[in-house]
């Protein structure tokens, strides 16, 4: 199981959905303003940005790369 794969009761895995990240990001950008932390701010709009992604990718409005340079 991957890190954003959780278990249900009936025992089948389900991915976390991009807003829950999204919600993360938000807190950790308002956490380094609050803090004068600007590598935390930059963190948390990474974040915000990679859970706009995954439910773009979630709803299919956008398609994997297959150009991928990991492949």
Known sequence: MSGNETKNEDGT????PGFVQKIIGEIEEVGGALTGDPTTQAEGQFNVEVGEIREELAEGEVEPDSDDARV
Do not use: A, H, Q
Not at 13 to 16: L, Q, Y
């Open 13 to 16: 895995g389900s991915k976390v």
